[in-house]
């Protein structure tokens, strides 16, 4: 196990806005609150002197990519959160299977995870421009911070000058990583363990306002809720037949639990995902009213609707504060917006290496 610098931040009670001017609302923030004492060594744009373009490449990688294919936004935003929930965010789920290393794509959470080869695209601009310089893990943040923005997220300030790790920690991606199944108690205790409240657990789902989520990972809720061969109550009845036309009992090829932990591990885990995946299940889309319907709103108010795709999604209506926090974002899409930007600052802080620790991978796949 490597050491790692604890750089939970406990102050957010800054607001952050959906800013117009980046720069100035960063520089600002950074300015008027103490993060440099919360989050060890980390620091407001850390490259400036190193690499002073590595920031902009990336957004403009992200931005032309995006530009090619809209479903770059959701990966990168969802390999943030299963890079920084296993261990920190250290890119340790770049890393392929090698000699010595169980790779974490090969564990079952991460066996659709996508996004790996845009990482390989803008490692391989920012090695051009600054070899050794820009870390895996701020690229993995970076990005995200992005896509969050393209997928109508807020934005929010990030520092940089996270190290990659030289492990990786399959064991910890197979156990630890929340599954669709999850009820409100194990899912409230999971992102507790993370340091996030009931508040932040349920902004943190409304990332799945945006992506795809494939029939299998709700397909019991359909037809055969917890063996009772009846649908799950909770679904709305009109919905459920909008959900069961697009995920028939043909066409869904997999078992619905195929997420479980003790299923086989995926094959290998060079390929280009992003590109080459080709899901034989349906997916049903988040924004499935609509791409532009609002990052965040659309997802809560379904929610209160009896319209959640996944179990745990619909496990936050469950629950007195988990369901006040799901009205809330409903019916405010700032509060939602500052929330969630201050959730996803949050995450791309947890457990964090900084220098001398870890390393700046050349190859984000492999260690030096
Ligand atoms: C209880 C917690 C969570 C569970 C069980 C969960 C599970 C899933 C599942 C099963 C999918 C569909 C994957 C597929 O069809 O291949 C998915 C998609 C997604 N998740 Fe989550 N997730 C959780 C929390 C989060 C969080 C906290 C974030 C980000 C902050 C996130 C971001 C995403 C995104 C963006 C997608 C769409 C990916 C795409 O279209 O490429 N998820 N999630």
Redo the contacts with the bound molecule.
Sequence with gaps: ETNKVSSRNTDNSQSFQRAPSRIKVEKKLTETHSYNSLQGSLRYDYYNESCPLAEKIVRTTVHELFNGRR?V???L??L??HDC?VEGCDASVLLDAADGIASEKDSP?N?????FDLIDIIKLKLEKECPGIVSCADIVVLA?RE?VLL?GGPFYPLYTGRRDSTVSFQEVATYE??????DLSK?IE??ASRGFDQRETVS?????S?????C??FFNRLYNFSGTQEPDPSIDTEFLSLLRSKCNRSQTSSSPLS?SPSLSPSPSSSVNRLSTAS?K?P?MK?DYEGPGTGFGTVYYSSLLQGKGL?F??QQLTAGEETETWVRAYASDVSLFQRDFGL??NK?SNLQVLTAPMGQVRLNCRKVN
């Design positions: 479903n936004a959701p990966a935003l969802r943030l959160f929930f959470p066996e659709s995870l996508k996004g995200a896509s997928a990583l929340p599954t669709p199944q999850d899912l999971t992102f943190l789902l409304g990332a799945h945006t992506g795809t989520i494939r299998k990972f997420i899901f299940d997916v988040m996944l745990v999604d959730t996803m995450l």
